[in-house]
């Protein structure tokens, strides 16, 4: 479980620290940096699948989602008696985004490149990566170092070695380092965040994917769109909780049968309800009772 999350220098976020719990509940004002707080996880996530640069690309590149405000407040601003206004830059800019649990800890350091006539100059370069043990970072529980293109680990006797020295600027270690014999910690970090789910929208419009059949195929996961609902549905049918799944279906649609119906490798859901003479399809359902299964699903 994610313990801590520290994020610096995104959109709205100045420079923000949580202890997080099992369940966390987010709240605040329109503009107070609560979806900025989301898209650092989901960014965390792309790294592990080395999407991270083609995440910030889509989000306008790694200049549009920089902390938009001064590098710091006067007496006057923090006070509201001086217009909050630009001061003289003395720090890189950069992008700052990490996580801690009880046994691993990673962080990133996100910046811009230097002035070139590539094509791709706008592309964010990844300066500085560490990973450790525990909660916080300290110079003994560091075990995983890059810095630039350099990259180091430490083996079980607390020893330096180099494992790369041309990583490229837009490749994380996370990516390209880990390794079940030389870096197995590596490995099994990224396989976690790699695994983190984002369900922020479902769909449930008449356009929605999941009203549409979609080829069949063993899914223990739902996508994150909802797509592949009626897949993920069959699968809790055949390999996982039948019996909780019958149960929370019973629990808002007393007496209402799900079956997993398609042709040709197609599956499409369907729900039979008491007092109707066919089951309806999921083009048919309401928004609600379609997000309902797309969160039972997931």
Not at 137 to 164: H, I, K, N
Not at 268 to 296: F, H, I, M, N, W
Request: aromatic share 6%; hydrophobic share 40%; glycine share 10%.
């Amino acid at each position: 479980m994610i313990s801590r999350l520290a994020v610096s220098g995104y959109r709205s976020l100045r420079d923000l620290r949580l202890d997080l719990g099992p369940l966390n509940l987010v709240t605040g004002a329109n503009g107070s940096g609560k979806s900025s707080l989301y898209r650092a996880l989901r960014l965390l996530a792309d790294l592990a699948q080395g999407r991270v640069v083609a995440s910030l690309a889509a989000e306008g590149g790694l200049s549009s989602t920089l902390w938009a405000g001064p590098e710091a407040f006067s007496r006057g601003m923090k006070a509201g008696t001086v217009p909050v206004q630009g001061t003289l830059r003395r720090q890189p800019v950069g992008l700052k985004l990490g996580f801690a649990g009880p046994d691993y800890g990673y962080a990133i350091d996100l910046g811009l490149p230097k002035p070139s006539s590539s094509a791709f100059a706008r592309d964010p370069e990844i300066k500085a990566e560490s990973v450790w043990t525990g909660e916080l970072l300290r110079r003994a529980s560091c075990f995983a170092e890059r810095r630039g293109p350099s990259v180091r680990l430490r083996d079980d006797r607390g020893v330096w070695r180099q494992a790369m020295t041309d990583l490229a600027s837009a490749d994380s270690m996370m990516t390209h380092c880990a390794d079940p014999r030389q870096a197995p910690e590596l490995l099994l970090l990224r396989e976690r965040m790699a695994a983190w789910r984002f369900y922020d929208h479902l769909p449930t419009d008449r356009n929605a994917p999941s009203r549409r059949p979609q080829v069949g195929t063993f899914t223990p996961v739902l996508a994150h769109d909802g797509a592949d609902l009626a897949a993920a549905l069959q699968t809790i049918v055949e390999i996982g909780d039948r019996a909780a799944l019958r149960t929370t279906l019973d629990d808002a649609f007393p007496g209402a049968a799900l079956a997993i119906g398609g042709t040709d490798g197609y599956l499409e859901v369907e729900l039979r309800q008491p007092g109707l003479l066919r089951p309806l399809k999921a083009a048919e359902l309401s928004d609600g009772t379609l997000r309902y299964l797309l969160l039972t699903a997931a």
